[in-house]
T-cell receptor, first 114, second 114 residues
């Protein structure tokens, strides 16, 4: 089955700086790659996603890049703010997340230092 | 839209007791997923349904776990008998199986088995 590796497990950045979280996946058939943000005591919240026919997608301060050849994808957050502090999860799906389950990475605890 | 609704939010039970977790997906969604989150294993897919039919239950850890979806607006995850190692946060998520890939998570049920 699919295996998703995520790095780093903890990331501390100064407010206003950029943060980058990286993930690799094992199954070349995977075609959908979402990112979730989870705050303490809450369920994961979808923040951005990318499909295999796209190399990059951006939404305001958040961007995701995908390299299908290398089987890795990354989350980029620019101009970080205190409210960005949370645990971020990457995931991958073979059938498209709508009709198929997601395989998650272990998460990255992002800490924004004031 | 109320989002995915889960109940109870917290459940504390003794080993050997039966536990039933409940989920109401977003209205109109036809795929439903059950995930479990622990510190050791992260977020794991347990089972998912498309149009009320179980598609893949390979993630269900043991025969003590069972899930049903009697109609499009309700699902249950049952553990009988419960064990301390079942302690975790259980999430339900829903999505449209066609035309979109996004999965939306509920707030979760924190289960503690003593």
């Amino acid at each position: 089955g699919e295996n998703v590796e995520q790095h780093p497990s903890t990331l501390s950045v100064q407010e206003g700086d950029s943060a980058v979280i990286k993930c690799t996946y094992s199954d070349s058939a995977s075609n959908y790659f979402p990112w979730y943000k989870q705050e303490l005591g809450k369920g994961p919240q979808l923040i951005i996603d990318i499909r295999s026919n796209v190399g990059e997608k951006k939404d305001q301060r958040i961007a995701v890049t995908l390299n299908k050849t290398a089987k890795h994808f990354s989350l980029h957050i620019t101009e970080t703010q205190p409210e960005d502090s949370a645990v971020y999860f990457c995931a991958a799906s073979i059938g498209g997340g709508g009709a198929d389950g997601l395989t998650f990475g272990k998460g990255t605890h992002l800490i924004i230092q004031p | 839209d109320a989002g995915v609704i889960q109940s109870p939010r917290h459940e504390v039970t003794e080993m050997g007791q039966e536990v039933t977790l409940r989920c109401k997906p977003i209205s109109g969604h036809n795929s439903l997923f059950w995930y479990r989150q622990t510190m050791m294993r992260g977020l794991e897919l347990l089972i998912y349904f498309n149009n009320n039919v179980p598609i893949d239950d390979s993630g269900m850890p043991e025969d003590r776990f069972s899930a049903k979806m009697p109609n499009a607006s309700f699902s249950t995850l049952k553990i009988q008998p419960s064990e301390p190692r079942d302690s975790a946060v259980y999430f339900c998520a829903s999505s449209l199986a066609r035309g979109t890939y996004e999965q939306y998570f509920g707030p979760g049920t924190r289960l503690t088995v003593t």
